[in-house]
C-alpha cells in the first residue's frame, strides 16, 4: 500500500483497552512524535504519533510514553529483511464504543511497519508490544478492532502490565472492567470470616449443652 503523509495535528489521551485493527497504518519516512496518524477505527478519535523508528534487519526494541503508559515493542532478529521503520500512535481511548457491557477502554494504540518505498509490511516472525500503565489490572482484556467489531486476541496481563504479540499492523485496544470482580474466597453474606466461625462454634457449643442436658435429665 503507497503511504501518503499526514498533515500534524493534535495530541490523543490514552485509553487502558488495546484493540487491534487488521487495516494497515503507514507513516512515511521521517514521522515524528507529535504528529497526527489518521483517525482510529474504533471511534477513538485523532491517532498521534508517540514515537517513530526505523530498525534494521537485526531487529530492536522501540520504547516510548504515552500519558501514564510506557510502550515497549521488540522485534525479533529476521522479523523483516531490510530497515523498516516502525510508528507508534495512540488514540482517545474514552471516546471508544462498542466495548462488552460493564468495561471501557483504557488505552488506543496502533502499530505500523513501513519499508524503504513507504508501503505497509508485516513481520515474517511475531512482534511483541508491552504496554505498562497504572490503570490496568490483571482482569484487563485485550481486543482486535474489524470491520465486524471487537474480537479477543491472545495475550497475557498482570498489575500494571499488558503483553501481547502480532505479526500484522495492528490497532490494539486494552480494556478493563468498570464493575467490581467478587473475590470468590469472601463469604456471600459480606461477613469477616472470623465472625462466621465465631457464631459457628457458639452454635455448636450450646447444641452441645443441650444435648448434655437431656442425657442427664434421662
Not at 496481563?157 to 470482580?181: L, N, Q, R
Request: charged share 15%; proline share 5%.
Amino acid at each position: 500500500m503507497k503511504v501518503t503523509k499526514i498533515a500534524t495535528g493534535s495530541s490523543a489521551a490514552l485509553v487502558a483497552t488495546v484493540i487491534l485493527c487488521s487495516t494497515a497504518y503507514a507513516a512515511g519516512a521521517g514521522y515524528a512524535p507529535g504528529q497526527s496518524f489518521g483517525t482510529s477505527q474504533t471511534g477513538g478519535g485523532t491517532l498521534s504519533i508517540v514515537a517513530a523508528q526505523t530498525v534494521s534487519a537485526s531487529g530492536g526494541t522501540i520504547a516510548a510514553t504515552a500519558g501514564s503508559a510506557t510502550l515497549s515493542v521488540k522485534v525479533p532478529s529476521g522479523a523483516f529483511s531490510a530497515g523498516t521503520q516502525i510508528v507508534l500512535a495512540k488514540g482517545q481511548a474514552q471516546s471508544i464504543s462498542g466495548t462488552p457491557s460493564g468495561s471501557k477502554a483504557v488505552d488506543d494504540l496502533v502499530v505500523s511497519f513501513l519499508d524503504s518505498s513507504n508501503d505497509g509490511v508485516n513481520p515474517s516472525k511475531p512482534v511483541t508490544l508491552t504496554i505498562r500503565d497504572s490503570v490496568i489490572d490483571s482482569n484487563a482484556v485485550v481486543y482486535k478492532a474489524t470491520s465486524q467489531g471487537l474480537h479477543k486476541v491472545r495475550f497475557t496481563a498482570k498489575k500494571g502490565e499488558v503483553d501481547v504479540t502480532f505479526t500484522t499492523d495492528p490497532e490494539f485496544v486494552v480494556v478493563e472492567p468498570t464493575s467490581p470482580v467478587v473475590d470468590a474466597t469472601q463469604p456471600v453474606t459480606g461477613l469477616p470470616f472470623t465472625k462466621t466461625l465465631a457464631a459457628g462454634g457458639l452454635l455448636a457449643l450450646i447444641g452441645g449443652l443441650l444435648l448434655f442436658s437431656r442425657r442427664k435429665a434421662k
